[in-house]
T-cell receptor
């Protein structure tokens, strides 16, 4: 069964460093998403991506964040200068389309900023 | 803006007992509602979804949920839980804009099963 994969599973970084979280969506999917979950809090939408551009982003997704689909298979989330409050589980998701199409989630990357 | 409330942070039930997890939503239009389950170390897996039609929806693993517009609720039920059902359960409402479906999640309910 096709699945969304994410690497690394756990990333530890120093405050101020840049991190790139990687995702491989399901191959025929067209819509891509990043969500995050701070420990003990709800899963929050960060950004959606379609046709090589951002479709929508939340207020969390400020200038420190960027997304890219550098090739036909990867979808990345970059945090330019990490802050302590960026520590969270980051989930990638993909879907075939909108509305009634299921979003498939990856297992997540736990980011720890020291 | 849409929101989801899951009032129960943690529920413990005995194996074989029935289960109901509560979910209330706030959304201005007809909602698209979802229940996801997350096992430790795993991603979020879709259990079931409601878009329209029959307000009682069936999902995987023997789960069902009932949409009640008058109560703004979408409670998840299972008649008899199994030890493998122990996990975190998330209710979500989908908002469609600009061709994308953004999910807004509740805080989750952790389910513990005792023998």
């Amino acid at each position: 069964e096709p699945e969304v994969t994410q690497t690394p599973s756990h990333q530890v970084t120093q405050m101020g460093q840049e991190v790139i979280l990687r995702c491989v969506p399901i191959s025929n999917h067209l819509y891509f998403y990043w969500y995050r979950q701070i420990l003990g809090q709800k899963v929050e939408f960060l950004v959606s991506f379609y046709n090589n551009e951002i479709s929508e982003k939340s207020e969390i997704f400020d200038d420190q964040f960027s997304v890219e689909r550098p090739d036909g298979s990867n979808f990345t989330l970059k945090i330019r200068s990490t802050k302590l409050e960026d520590s969270a589980m980051y989930f990638c998701a993909s879907s075939l389309g909108t509305l009634e199409n299921e979003q498939f989630f990856g297992p997540g990357t736990r980011l720890t900023v020291l | 803006a849409q929101s989801v409330t899951q009032p129960d942070i943690h529920i413990t039930v005995s194996e074989g007992a029935s289960l109901e997890l509560r979910c209330n939503y706030s959304y201005g239009a007809t909602p698209y509602l979802f229940w996801y389950v997350q096992s430790p170390g795993q991603g979020l897996q879709l259990l079931l979804k409601y878009f329209s039609g029959d307000t009682l929806v069936q999902g995987i693993k023997g789960f069902e949920a009932e949409f009640k517009r008058s109560q703004s609720s979408f409670n998840l039920r299972k008649p008899s839980v199994h030890w493998s059902d122990a996990a975190e359960y998330f209710c979500a409402v989908g908002a469609w804009s600009f061709g994308n479906e953004k999910l807004t999640f509740g805080t989750g309910t952790r389910l513990t099963i005792i023998p």
